[in-house]
């Protein structure tokens, strides 16, 4: 402990030996200037043991599970929707040819011929990117609308990782159902996050009926959307709404209702199974590829 020699007799502050101090901190005991002390319950404590006790201190948990995130509640649904942005200027604006690249696209006319998905899994990576491309304004004004009204309230009960799995697991699975059932996989182009955005729409019901809040908002708001989808399915992709909305809703239950003993083992297992079905999907759609 550094003391002053020349008369006071007060020892200095660990951190600015320059300065006497006649407090101590409450926990390690060190002199602590005025600057340097922070209030406690009892007493003053220095930086580093408040910094100390709070790396320590158990992180707070959301109601399902998830790490209770401190500052922007939303701050993963605004990355998703730069993201978006960002992808929909580079293939809008600056270069077409990467809708081609991202998107999810197959064709195999003739036994081998192929492209895109139909290739095999290397080019499985446009279940992913395929979510981020968008043909035109009025599509990704929509979508990013949507992922604005329903990801803020589903992240921060969720927490940012469990909302990420939701988000991508969703639009996976809806995009392998698409892959599937389209009329011959080996004609199929399609791209948008409507796969996911109906997943987070599945995942807002289950939330409503866990917390009993009244369904009838989301009921219509699915009805509205379901409507549209099928009135206009020459020109949206049904397959992958309905895809991302089942399998949003089944992760969701897994979320919300798995119990506090087992949470993380019943969520992590629904997840994986709702993923291995969308591989399942996909296996079965090059399947039915001629060849």
């Known amino acids: ?46 930086p580093d043991c408040v910094r100390g006790a709070a790396e320590q201190a158990p992180r707070q948990r959301t109601s399902f599970g998830g790490v209770l995130a401190l500052g922007d509640g939303a701050l993963v649904t605004k990355v998703l929707i730069g993201l978006n942005l960002l992808v929909f ?19 195999a006319p003739l036994p081998g011929l192929r492209y895109g998905m139909a290739e095999g899994p290397q080019e499985w990576y446009r279940l992913v990117t395929a979510m981020f491309v968008h043909g035109g304004l009025l599509h990704i004004a929509t979508n990013m609308f949507s992922l604005w009204v329903l990801g803020p309230q ?19 699975v809806g995009n392998a159902l698409s892959f599937l059932l389209t009329a ?38 699915l009805v509205v959307n379901l409507v549209i989808t099928f009135s206009l399915k020459s020109m949206i992709d049904w397959r992958a709404h309905i895809g991302g ?47």
């Not at 919300?256 to 969520?267: C, D, G, K, T």
Request: proline fraction near 6%; include cysteine; charge should be positive.
């Open 89 to 107: 200027l580079l293939t809008e604006y600056v270069s077409r040819d990467w809708q081609v690249k991202l998107g999810l696209v197959s064709w």
């Open 184 to 221: 011959g996989p080996h004609q199929l182009f399609t791209v948008g996050a409507s796969g996911a955005i109906f997943g987070l729409l599945g995942a807002t019901a289950v939330l409503f009926r866990v917390r009993r809040v009244p369904m009838q908002p989301v009921i219509a708001l």
């Open 245 to 291: 909305l089942v399998a949003g809703a089944v992760i969701a239950a897994g979320m919300m209702y798995a119990p506090r003993a087992h949470r993380n083992l019943v969520q992590g297992l629904t997840t994986v199974a709702v993923l291995a079905v969308g591989l399942a999907l996909v296996l079965l759609g090059m399947a039915r590829l001629p060849g």
């Open 1 to 46: 402990m550094p003391v002053d020699s020349q008369g006071s007799g007060l020892p200095r502050c660990h951190r600015h030996p320059e300065r006497e101090t006649g407090v101590s901190c409450a926990r390690c005991g060190r002199p602590v200037c005025p600057e340097c002390m922070v209030s406690a319950s009892v007493g003053f404590q220095c």
């Open 154 to 172: 589903l992240e921060r009960v969720l927490g940012r990782v469990r909302f990420v799995v939701l988000y991508l697991v969703s639009g996976i």
